[in-house]
C-alpha cells in the first residue's frame, strides 16, 4: 500500500506543473480569436471578433489577389463585420483609421482593377512614439544610415505630414496635396479635409481630373466624405471616366451626397458598361426612399435582364405585399 507521503510526492510534480503552465494554457485559450473572410463574385464578406488586423487583411490578400505592403506595422486587432463590399470599399472599412493609401496597379488577369495598399503606419499613442527615439546619451554608437526603400521612404513622409497637421502647419499639407507623390498627396488630402475642408475640396476637384490615375482616385475619396454641389457634380463626371476604379470610386463617393441630382447620376449609373457598377448602383438607389424607389422604376426598362430582375426585387422589398 502506497504510504500517503508517498502519493504527494507523485502527485507533486504534475501539480507543480499544471501550476505553472496553467495560465500560459488560459491565456493562450483567450487569444485564440476567429475570423472568416470570404471572397465571391468580386464581393468582400469578412466577419472578426478581434482577431490581428494582419492576419484578417493577409487572408483577404490570399483570396483577392490584393497586393499589400507593410503589412507587419499593424498592430491593432479587428473587430466587426461586414458583407459583400467591393474590394476598395471593404478595405477602407477594414482599416478605418490606419494610416494607409491605396493605389492602383494595372489590371488583373480578368481586367478588374489590381489594387496595391501601402500600409503606412498603425498610429501609436505620443508616448509610445517618444519612447522609440534614441537616447543620445547612451554610450552605444549608432547603426549608420542607409538608403531608405520607397516603402520607407512613403511610411517617413507620412509620418512628417501628420506632425504637419499636429502642428497646424497647413502650407505643409496644401503642398503635398497640390504637388507631392501619390501616396503624399492622398495622406495630405484626408489630413487636410478635417483642417480645411474647403481647401482641400479645391485641391480634391483638381487631382479628380487628374491624367493621372492615382490621383484622380485621391480627390474622389475625399471628395465622398465633402457633401456639397461642386463635390457632388466632380463625382457624376467621374462616372464616366473609362478607368473602371475611378468609376466605382465616383459611385461610392455619391451615397454621401445629398443633392438633388444625386439620384439621377445613380441612375446613369445602372446604364454604366460594367456589370458591377450597374448593380452597384442599384443597391444605392435602393437606400435613397421614394426618389431611389423612383430610380429603381427606371431600371426596370433597362436592356440588362439581371438589372431589370434586381430591380424588381428591390422594389419588392421597399413595398413588401400585405
Given at each position: 500500500m502506497i504510504s500517503r507521503q508517498k502519493f504527494l510526492d507523485a502527485l507533486g510534480l504534475p501539480l507543480l506543473i499544471l501550476f505553472f503552465f496553467l495560465p500560459a494554457i488560459v491565456e493562450a485559450a483567450s487569444a485564440d480569436k476567429s475570423f472568416s473572410?470570404?471572397?465571391?463574385?468580386?464581393?468582400?464578406?469578412?466577419v472578426a471578433n478581434g482577431a490581428p488586423l494582419r492576419d484578417v487583411l493577409a487572408e483577404v490578400a490570399r483570396q483577392t489577389g490584393l497586393e499589400v505592403t507593410g503589412i507587419k506595422a499593424l498592430k491593432r486587432e479587428s473587430r466587426g463585420q461586414f458583407s459583400d463590399l467591393l474590394l476598395?470599399?471593404?478595405?477602407?472599412k477594414l482599416l478605418g483609421n490606419v494610416n494607409y493609401a491605396i493605389l492602383e496597379n494595372g489590371a488583373g488577369a480578368n481586367g478588374d482593377e489590381h489594387l496595391v495598399v501601402m500600409v503606412l503606419g498603425d498610429s501609436a499613442p505620443s508616448s509610445a512614439r517618444e519612447s522609440s527615439v534614441i537616447d543620445k546619451s547612451s554610450d552605444e554608437k549608432p547603426l549608420p544610415k542607409r538608403p531608405l526603400t520607397p516603402d520607407e521612404y512613403a511610411v517617413a513622409e507620412a509620418d512628417n505630414l501628420h506632425e504637419a497637421a499636429d502642428r497646424g502647419d497647413l502650407g505643409a499639407l496644401r503642398r503635398a496635396a497640390a504637388k507631392g507623390d501619390p501616396v503624399a498627396q492622398s495622406?495630405?488630402?484626408?489630413?487636410?479635409?478635417?483642417?480645411?475642408?474647403d481647401h482641400a475640396k479645391r485641391l480634391a476637384?483638381?487631382?479628380?481630373?487628374?491624367?493621372?490615375?492615382?490621383?484622380?482616385?485621391?480627390?474622389?475619396q475625399v471628395l465622398a466624405d465633402i457633401d456639397a454641389p461642386d463635390s457632388t457634380a466632380t463625382l457624376g463626371a467621374a462616372l464616366k471616366d473609362p478607368a473602371l476604379a475611378v468609376r466605382q470610386a465616383a459611385l461610392t463617393g455619391l451615397v454621401s451626397q445629398t443633392e438633388p441630382q444625386t439620384v439621377a447620376l445613380m441612375v446613369e449609373a445602372t446604364r454604366d458598361r460594367d456589370p458591377s457598377i450597374r448593380l452597384q448602383a442599384l443597391e444605392f438607389l435602393s437606400q435613397r426612399g421614394a426618389d431611389g424607389e423612383a430610380g429603381l422604376t427606371q431600371a426596370l426598362g433597362s436592356p440588362d435582364s439581371e438589372v431589370q430582375s434586381r430591380a424588381r426585387e428591390?422594389?419588392?422589398?421597399?413595398n413588401p405585399t400585405p
Open positions: 473572410v470570404r471572397w465571391q463574385q468580386n464581393r468582400l464578406s469578412v476598395r470599399d471593404a478595405v477602407k495622406v495630405a488630402l484626408q489630413l487636410l479635409s478635417s483642417k480645411d475642408p476637384i483638381a487631382a479628380a481630373t487628374s491624367t493621372d490615375l492615382d490621383r484622380r482616385l485621391s480627390g474622389l428591390l422594389l419588392d422589398q421597399m
